[in-house]
């Protein structure tokens, strides 16, 4: 076998969390415990810890735009997955990149907060991301918040996947751990309907990246030829287990144990 096909590549757009529980190191270790490589860009260098975002700076859109199309000349990279975008200079050099490269799938967690609050992303970003990056998504990934967030016309969720939907992505995975069910309840939505919903037993805690981990690990499955359904399906199942495995490392949230699968079970 090739050895330059064996093993795809995914380029992933994220924040650099130094806690490693969300951001860029979430999506490194998703990828690669999923089977495929990462190749990592950051958009934004945070301070931030377990229980909250303290302040960010966004990196240089030239910069990350010269370090994007380096890769996508030398690698064949086969997914590409989105998360923190920090303002709308960095949604424009993305978007520049995505209409390049139309056939790789894109798996987009639109960050708006952080999960321990913390805007993240403005109004003038807001727009941006709707008007940019939407239209070039193959798999949305917004939690319930941020469904509303994104719809805020729509009065129910489903509706707010319609509404994304109607914007040009092709899937809308809304998750609802946010939700006040007895179970996390996560749904997908495509060509105007529901296609499916997955029940999860409801975790005791609350996790550090848990966004991040869903639409890296989508991503990963993606690349390695999925169809939409079932990445998100194993995609939400690695992600269970890795909230499952969680190691509480901080004062805040719990940080999910992605390498679960590495460690020998007590």
Same mark, same amino acid.
């Given at each position: 076998?090739?050895?330059?096909?064996?093993?795809?590549?995914?380029? @992933?757009?994220? %924040?650099?969390?130094?806690? &490693?529980?969300?951001?860029?190191?979430?999506?490194?270790?998703?990828?690669?415990?999923?089977?495929?490589?990462?190749?990592?860009?950051?958009?934004?260098?945070?301070?931030?810890?377990?229980?909250?975002?303290?302040?960010?700076?966004?990196?240089?859109?030239?910069? *990350?735009?010269?370090?994007?199309?380096?890769?996508?000349?030398?690698?064949?990279?086969?997914? +590409? $997955?989105?998360?923190?975008?920090?303002?709308?200079?960095?949604?424009?050099?993305?978007?520049? +990149?995505?209409?390049? #490269?139309?056939?790789?799938?894109?798996?987009?967690?639109?960050?708006?907060?952080? &999960?321990?609050?913390? /805007?993240?992303?403005?109004?003038?970003? !807001?727009?941006?991301?709707?008007?940019?990056?939407?239209?070039?998504?193959?798999?949305?990934?917004?939690?319930?918040?941020?469904?509303?967030?994104? =719809?805020?016309?729509?009065?129910?969720?489903?509706? @707010?996947?319609?509404?994304?939907?109607?914007?040009? @992505?092709? #899937?809308?995975?809304?998750? &609802?751990?946010?939700?006040?069910?007895?179970?996390?309840?996560?749904?997908?939505?495509?060509?105007?309907?529901? *296609?499916?919903?997955?029940?999860?037993?409801?975790?005791?805690?609350?996790?550090?990246?848990?966004? @991040?981990?869903?639409?890296?690990?989508? =991503? =990963?499955?993606?690349?390695? %030829?999925?169809?939409?359904?079932?990445?998100?399906?194993?995609?939400?199942?690695?992600?269970?287990?890795? !909230? $499952?495995?969680?190691?509480?490392?901080?004062?805040? /949230?719990?940080?999910?144990?992605?390498?679960?699968?590495?460690?020998?079970?007590?």
């Amino acid at each position: 076998m090739n050895p330059s096909t064996t093993l795809p590549v995914v380029l @992933c757009f994220s %924040g650099l969390d130094p806690t &490693g529980g969300a951001g860029i190191q979430a999506d490194i270790e998703t990828i690669t415990s999923m089977g495929a490589h990462p190749a990592p860009i950051i958009t934004a260098l945070t301070v931030q810890d377990t229980s909250r975002v303290r302040r960010f700076e966004p990196v240089n859109s030239l910069l *990350l735009v010269e370090q994007a199309r380096s890769i996508l000349e030398d690698m064949p990279v086969a997914g +590409i $997955k989105i998360g923190m975008l920090a303002n709308r200079a960095i949604i424009e050099a993305i978007h520049s +990149i995505l209409i390049d #490269y139309p056939d790789i799938p894109v798996v987009l967690d639109p960050i708006v907060n952080a &999960g321990g609050g913390g /805007q993240l992303l403005d109004e003038n970003g !807001l727009d941006a991301l709707l008007e940019l990056l939407v239209p070039q998504t193959t798999v949305l990934t917004p939690n319930s918040v941020e469904a509303r967030i994104l =719809a805020r016309d729509a009065d129910t969720l489903s509706a @707010c996947a319609e509404s994304l939907l109607d914007r040009g @992505c092709r #899937y809308v995975l809304i998750t &609802g751990s946010h939700e006040t069910t007895e179970g996390v309840v996560n749904t997908l939505y495509s060509n105007h309907r529901e *296609l499916e919903q997955t029940d999860w037993q409801r975790l005791p805690h609350q996790y550090h990246g848990s966004g @991040c981990t869903l639409a890296a690990a989508i =991503a =990963a499955m993606l690349a390695q %030829g999925l169809d939409p359904v079932m990445a998100a399906n194993e995609a939400q199942t690695f992600t269970w287990e890795s !909230l $499952k495995h969680a190691h509480r490392l901080g004062m805040g /949230q719990l940080i999910p144990n992605r390498l679960f699968w590495a460690r020998e079970e007590d």
